[in-house]
């Protein structure tokens, strides 16, 4: 009888430590405005039976108050609709690429085919009907490109980096590190 009081007494006290304990593990207070950081650019070219690629990965960390980030396939109605290339909200992850110039400046670089852009969409991060909670983790976003367009050998290329949430609310704004394509 003894023994099964201590092993009562000891479960009630761990109970209390494990109450105590979660009690003090409130979510993080984050924004419903998204917030990314840390941009890294990785460059690699790929080879198959087709022929060569340049491609291009750039993560981000990001973290959002609701997690009301990415988008689904069936998101492709109202604000989301594609019309055309004209509606910015059809994406969520923008990408300006800037290229160094002759003296030394990054300087933007606008594709001559304005419907042409570098931005894209990245899939939603949690299950559709799940609570809006706070989340955070790592994007990767790669884009494949053909050798010598638009970036050209020697060339020094870097990236400026935002995201959308569903409630459209953008990001701050990054910049990659730079790489040189080979």
Do not use: W
């Not at 980030?69 to 923008?94: E, I, K, M, P, S």
């Amino acid at each position: 009888m003894r023994t099964l009081f201590y092993s009562l007494r000891l479960a009630g006290l761990l109970a209390v430590a494990a109450g105590a304990v979660s009690s003090c593990l409130n979510p993080p207070d984050y924004s419903d405005t998204p917030s990314i950081s840390n941009p890294q650019i990785f460059y690699k070219r790929l080879a198959s039976k087709s022929g060569t690629s340049d491609s291009i990965a750039i993560t981000v960390s990001y973290q959002d108050g609701n997690g009301d980030l990415g988008l689904a396939d069936g998101d492709t109605a109202g604000v989301y609709a594609y019309r055309g290339g004209n509606n910015r909200n059809n994406n969520n992850y923008f990408l300006q690429p800037y290229i160094k110039d002759g003296q030394g400046n990054f300087q933007p670089y606008i594709n001559p085919n304005p419907k042409l852009n570098y931005n894209g969409r990245f899939p939603r991060i949690t299950a559709d009907g799940t609570k809006a909670a706070p989340v955070k983790g790592t994007l990767v976003f790669g884009k494949d490109y053909i050798p010598g367009y638009p970036f050209r050998p020697h060339q020094e290329v870097r990236f400026v980096v935002s995201i959308q949430d569903r409630a459209l609310h953008e990001s701050n704004v990054v910049t990659t590190n730079s790489i040189i394509i080979p």
